[in-house]
C-alpha cells in the first residue's frame, strides 16, 4: 500500500465538490483527510461517497470548520447545531458509521514499502501561544485586529463544555500526549494535525499575525519525542514541503476554488506519504 494525504478540501463550494471526482482511484492506498471537509454532516458523507470506493481505508481529522457550529446549508434541514465537543463527538460517530478512522481510535500501524510505521490522527486545535514573547495572552486579539487580521472561529466555533478554545486544545494535548507516552515501542510514525505542530509553519505571509488560530506552542518537540518520520496537516491553504530536524512536514491543503482552479488539477492536490 501507499499513503496519501490531503486537507482543506472545503465542500461547502460547489466547485470542490465538483473536483474530488476527478481524484483518481487507488484501491490499494491509504488516504487522510487532514481536516476543514467541510462544514455540514452532509460534506462529509459527500466526501465519503466519493473517496471511498477510490481507497482501501479513510483517515479522517477535524478542521476548525467541521467545528463550526452552523447548521446545515445546502438544503440540509436547518437544526440547532451541536456545539464543541458534542459537534467533534458527533462527527466521530459518523466516521465511525462509515468505518473511517479518527483520531479516537488506536492507532494503525501499517506497512510502508517494508517499514512499519504508526499513523497518529490528532485532534489538537490552536491556544494563541503562537505570538512574540511580549504580547501578552490577553492581548493576542487585539495584537492580531491592530493588523486587521480576524478568524471566524472567533464567531463560528465554540469549545464547550470548555470555557475557552485554549482549555479545549490544553485538553485536547494532554490526552494525546498521554497515549503517545503509553506507546511501548519504537516504530516511527506519521503524526496527523490539522493545524501545523510547529510555529514556524503557521505564519501565512500575508497575514502573519493569524498565527493565532494556527496551533499551539504544546506541540514544539512532538515531531522528535514521537519519532515522527513524517508531519501531516494543513489548515494554512499554503500546500509545502518542508525539513525540520530531518523530519519531512507536510501542508497538504486543497484550498478555496480561488487558490485552486486554473492552477494545479486536484488529483495532483493529493500527496504521497513517503517514509
Ligand atoms: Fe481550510
Ligand atoms: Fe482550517
Redesign the pocket.
Known amino acids: 500500500m501507499r499513503l496519501h494525504a490531503v486537507?482543506?478540501i472545503h465542500l461547502g463550494y460547489q466547485a470542490n465538490r465538483e473536483a474530488i471526482h476527478d481524484i483518481e482511484a487507488r484501491p490499494d492506498d491509504w488516504l487522510i483527510l487532514a481536516?476543514?471537509v467541510g462544514e455540514t454532516e452532509r460534506h462529509m458523507h459527500l466526501a465519503f461517497d466519493a473517496l471511498q470506493p477510490k481507497f482501501r481505508q479513510l483517515v479522517w481529522v477535524p478542521?476548525?470548520?467541521e467545528l463550526w457550529a452552523v447548521t446545515g446549508r445546502d438544503g440540509e434541514p436547518g437544526e440547532r447545531p451541536l456545539r464543541g465537543e458534542a459537534r467533534y463527538r458527533r462527527f466521530v460517530d459518523l466516521c465511525r458509521a462509515r468505518g473511517v478512522l479518527t483520531p479516537e481510535d488506536p492507532y494503525p500501524v501499517v506497512d510502508l514499502d517494508g517499514t512499519r510505521v504508526r499513523i497518529v490522527p490528532m485532534f489538537l486545535l490552536y491556544d494563541y501561544s503562537f505570538r512574540p514573547a511580549d504580547v501578552p495572552a490577553e492581548a493576542a486579539l487585539s495584537w492580531a485586529r491592530e493588523d486587521g487580521v480576524r478568524c471566524a472561529d472567533e464567531q463560528f466555533l465554540p469549545p464547550d463544555p470548555h470555557e475557552t478554545r485554549a482549555d479545549w486544545c490544553r485538553a485536547r494535548c494532554e490526552a494525546t500526549q498521554a497515549r503517545l507516552d503509553a506507546v511501548s515501542d519504537d516504530l516511527p510514525s506519521v503524526l496527523v494535525n490539522?493545524?501545523p505542530l510547529i510555529e514556524e509553519l503557521a505564519r501565512p505571509p500575508r497575514i502573519p499575525r493569524f498565527s493565532l488560530?494556527c496551533g499551539t506552542r504544546r506541540t514544539a518537540d512532538w515531531h522528535r519525542r514521537y519519532n515522527a518520520r513524517v508531519v501531516v496537516s494543513?489548515?494554512?491553504?499554503m500546500p509545502s514541503t518542508r525539513i525540520v530536524d530531518d523530519v519531512v512536514f507536510e501542508e497538504v491543503s486543497f484550498g478555496y476554488p480561488k487558490q485552486w482552479r486554473g492552477r494545479r488539477e486536484p488529483d495532483a492536490a493529493l500527496r504521497q506519504i513517503r517514509i
Open positions: 486537507s482543506d481536516g476543514d478542521g476548525n470548520h490539522h493545524w488560530w494543513g489548515h494554512l491553504h
